[in-house]
């Protein structure tokens, strides 16, 4: 018999994924360990006489399965872990994917492809080979709208518990509604509150796309306001008796978009102050409110406006140091037009100006009073040179103001006396045109 060694002796023949074995259990050698399928090494028989018998056992296989996330095609991704089976050249396993692909289903995946043998993957006879499976998965989605109220962890289909759940997230109703708001305030100085608040505020909304696996949120459509409705109304500041504001009307906000900021106002009131004099018995008489304007007083030109008590055998005299107006020239007794206020919340001061400092009589009843002496008006109608007398009495009327102011203001302003001629010839103007 040849030694085993021999290269012409027989082999015992190559059976791919099989190994044969001899009598001892212990695997045969191959003839070429680098090429096993040049067959093996017969065991030398311990009775030459008996035939050695030699056992082929399967050997150890491998296979793979995958879960893979294919909703970006670009870029798969395995999703857990890589699931490995074992088995021997042959053997058919038991493993099944129907399970893990119930689990993904859950999570909002949705099954796109398996190509896990339905029987159980049947391992091969190729050792260095293992067999590899792939399932691959896309995302479900879902439509938010603004009216859906969802809680995250439920159902997306009620009638279907074992199916993918609301993402966390999902009950941020800000992916749906947006409000921009306006709020302004009314306060004091002090920062009390003086008047209602005043809100209002527009809605944006629109509908999104939610993927069951990540909660990632997708405009389904633009943001659209209800009702159409994008502008703020200008707000009129409310009128506050004895106060003005630091704004009469916040003004309107037009083509506001779900990303204008909010807007924040807020209106201080300041107590009006009035016209003061030092004159006793006669009480501040305060700025009136002008009931169109909250932050603003009446034109000096408003019939409502209050007058400056009329004083006999006294002019008053503004904070310029120009005479009052009076507000009826041949009525003394109707007072004065206040000056406008140079700042609403503090007082104008007037001061009553002695007429009588010439030791000339004034009546108070519209008496004419003895002509100036001073050379620069010996008659009222000097101002106006044009005019005939006809306007005597009216000139007459308004002349213990006019005069003795004249006469006291030359004292303490003359370089004021130009103005009061050029204001008293406008006034007899005014008044020969009413009569
Ligand atoms: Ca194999
Ligand atoms: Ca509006």
């Not at 093996?40 to 793979?64: E, H, K, R, V, W």
């Not at 993957?121 to 691959?136: E, K, M, P, R």
């Not at 009588?356 to 002509?371: L, R």
Request: glycine share 8%.
């Amino acid at each position: 018999m040849l030694p085993v060694t021999d290269p012409s002796a027989p082999v015992i023949p190559y059976v791919p994924g099989l190994t044969p074995v001899g009598p001892d259990g212990e695997g045969l050698q191959p003839k070429d360990p680098s090429d096993p399928s040049q067959g093996y090494l017969p065991p030398t028989p311990i009775d030459p006489g008996q035939s050695t018998p030699i056992n082929y056992i399967a050997n150890p296989q491998l296979a793979t399965v995958t879960y893979q996330d294919i909703e970006d095609p670009n870029a798969p991704m395995t999703i857990g872990i890589v699931d490995n089976l074992a088995g021997k050249t042959g053997e058919t396993s038991a493993y099944r994917t129907a399970t893990r692909i119930a689990e993904l289903v859950a999570k909002g995946y949705v099954l796109q492809e398996d190509n896990y043998p339905t029987a159980g993957v049947v391992f091969d006879t190729i050792d260095d080979n293992v067999q590899a499976f792939t399932v691959t998965f896309t995302h479900a989605t879902a439509t938010l709208t603004p009216e859906t109220t969802v809680t995250p962890g439920t159902s997306v289909d009620a009638d279907n518990p074992d199916g993918p759940k609301w993402p966390s997230g999902v009950d941020d109703k800000s992916q749906v509604i947006r409000n921009v708001s306006e709020t302004v305030t009314y306060v004091d100085v002090t920062g009390q509150q003086v008047a209602e608040t005043h809100h209002d505020s527009v809605q944006f909304t629109r509908t999104v796309t939610v993927d069951l696996v990540n909660g990632t949120v997708t405009p389904a459509t633009d943001w659209t306001a209800q009702n159409g409705d994008t502008t703020f109304d200008a707000v009129n500041s409310p009128l506050i008796n004895g106060f003005f504001a630091s704004k009469a009307v916040i003004d309107a906000v037009t083509n506001l978009n779900v990303d204008s900021p909010n807007v924040v106002e807020e209106v201080v009131y300041k107590q009006l102050g009035g016209w003061v004099t030092g004159e006793p018995g006669i009480a501040p008489v305060p700025y009136p409110n002008d009931p169109t304007n909250a932050a603003g007083t009446l034109n000096p030109t408003d019939p409502q406006l209050p007058t400056i008590p009329y004083v006999p055998g006294k002019t008053p005299v503004g904070p310029d140091s120009v005479a009052l107006t009076p507000k009826n020239p041949s009525v003394p007794a109707d007072g004065y037009l206040p000056p406008a206020p140079a700042d609403l919340s503090k007082d104008t001061t007037i001061t009553y100006v002695d007429n009588d400092n010439g030791g000339v009589t004034d009546t108070g009843n519209g008496t004419p009073e003895t002509p100036e002496t001073d050379g620069t008006g010996a008659t009222p109608n000097t101002d106006q040179p044009g005019k005939d007398q006809s306007g005597t009495d009216t000139i007459g009327e308004i002349s213990p103001v006019r005069a003795s102011s004249r006469r006291s203001l030359k004292l303490m302003f003359p370089e004021q006396m130009g103005r009061v001629s050029r204001c008293q010839s406008q006034l007899l103007k005014v008044h020969q045109q009413l009569v």
